[in-house]
Structures are given as structure tokens and as C-alpha cells.
T-cell receptor, first 114, second 116 residues
Framework: DVKVTQSSRYLVKRTGEKVFLECVQD?????MFWYRQDPGLGLRLIYF???????EKGDIPEGYSVSREKKERFSLILESASTNQTSMYLC?????????????FGPGTRLTVT | AQSVAQPEDQVNVAEGNPLTVKCTYS??????LFWYVQYPNRGLQFLLK??????LVKGSYGFEAEFNKSQTSFHLKKPSALVSDSALYFC??????????????FGSGTRLSIRP
């Protein structure tokens, strides 16, 4: 059974803190994604990676960075957390380079920045 | 610009009745279309996809979707709703701005509520 895990389900951080969100997939997928989900806005892509050490900006990369040192792990970093980054963060993975593959999602991390 | 729209924020249906969740799209090439479902406090789960071929696509949990090229729509349907179908549903379309990964654009989501 395919599995994407995220390091925390709930996280509370203070403004200005550096925050790390970890995602691990056990399916040997090439592609990994970080989204944020906000009510009424659906899912918006922050960053994605199509190979180890390779990354591309999504639609809302400002205030975020990512790291992919190993194929199975994709980390999202909030360099200096702000209250407008309070959101649900979802990680996903998919195989190959084609656009026909569905994405597999982790359970999400609900981040609150106070 | 490429986009996907879900015109209804909420759909309410009685158990046992047919349900439809609407989705329309705008893309510059052949559309690859997806439906995902999110149950409370869970990540998204893939339901079905249209890539090519038969316009009626069958997916998980008894759901199906009909691709209509002339109306640029991909509505999700089920003949008989269950209370357990209550969830948040997302339509998505391939993002043609990128070719190096299976990137997709998500709609804003439709909350489906099935009353007993």
C-alpha cells in the first residue's frame, strides 16, 4: 500500500521562528510536491521537485524554501514564520515525468503561527 | 490562462438520490482531468481521471465522471448517494505551463453533504 507520511499533524509556532515540515514517501516516486490548503482557495502549489536536489517554484513560493537530499524525503522550510502562513500543508508524490499520473497525498500538517 | 472552476461551494443531497458535483476547465491543450476527495482531517485521495478515450470514466466508491469537450466540463456523478460520501471534493486539471512533472491545478473545492 502506498504511503506518504508527514512529520506532524498539528504544529504551533511563533512569528519569526524557522519551521521545518518533513515529508517521506515509500513508493520510490520521482516527483514530490508541497501545497497549502486554505478555505475557498483549494490547493495552491508552493514548490515541487522532480528529482533529488532538483526543485521548481510553484505558484506561491514566497517565504518558503525546500530541500530534497534523498529521493524519499522532501522538506518544506519556513525561513521566518508569519501569521499569514497559518494553513494546512499537504505533501504529495507521483511517479515518472508524465502528466497522467495521479498524486498520492499525506495526511497534512495544520500549522498555526501566533 | 489555464484554470479549473467548481461553481458550487456546497452541494446538499438526500441519501439515495443521485448526486452531481460540477467542474469546468480551461486549458491550452488536451485536458488531463482528475477528481480527488478529502474526508475530514485526512489528506486527499484520488477518485478518478480522464486522459483519453471513453468520455465516461468510472472510479472509486461508485463515482463516475463525464468528460464533455464542447462544454469544457468534467462533472462528478453517483447514482445513489451515501451519508459516507459527505466530504470535500476537488477537481483538477493538468498544468500545461510545466512539462517536467505531473503538475496539476486544483479547483477551490465543493463540500458535499448527504443527509440521511
Amino acid at each position: 500500500d502506498v504511503k506518504v507520511t508527514q512529520s506532524s499533524r498539528y504544529l504551533v509556532k511563533r512569528t519569526g521562528e524557522k519551521v521545518f515540515l518533513e515529508c517521506v514517501q515509500d513508493m520510490d516516486h520521482e516527483n514530490m510536491f508541497w501545497y497549502r490548503q486554505d478555505p475557498g482557495l483549494g490547493l495552491r502549489l508552493i514548490y515541487f521537485s522532480y528529482d533529488v536536489k532538483m526543485k521548481e517554484k510553484g505558484d506561491i513560493p514566497e517565504g518558503y524554501s525546500v530541500s530534497r537530499e534523498k529521493k524519499e524525503r522532501f522538506s518544506l522550510i519556513l525561513e521566518s514564520a508569519s501569521t499569514n502562513q497559518t494553513s494546512m500543508y499537504l505533501c504529495a508524490s507521483s511517479p515518472g515525468t508524465g502528466a497522467a499520473y495521479e498524486q498520492y497525498f499525506g495526511p497534512g500538517t495544520r500549522l498555526t503561527v501566533t | 490562462a489555464q484554470s479549473v472552476a467548481q461553481p458550487e461551494d456546497q452541494v446538499n443531497v438526500a441519501e439515495g438520490n443521485p448526486l452531481t458535483v460540477k467542474c469546468t476547465y480551461s486549458v491550452s491543450g488536451n485536458p488531463y482531468l482528475f477528481w480527488y476527495v478529502q474526508y475530514p482531517n485526512r489528506g486527499l485521495q484520488f477518485l478518478l481521471k480522464y486522459i483519453t478515450g471513453d468520455n465516461l470514466v468510472k472510479g472509486s466508491y461508485g463515482f463516475e465522471a463525464e468528460f464533455n469537450k464542447s462544454q469544457t466540463s468534467f462533472h462528478l456523478k453517483k447514482p445513489s448517494a451515501l451519508v459516507s460520501d459527505s466530504a470535500l471534493y476537488f477537481c483538477a486539471v493538468r498544468d500545461f505551463r510545466y512539462s517536467s512533472a505531473s503538475k496539476i491545478i486544483f479547483g477551490s473545492g465543493t463540500r458535499l453533504s448527504i443527509r440521511p
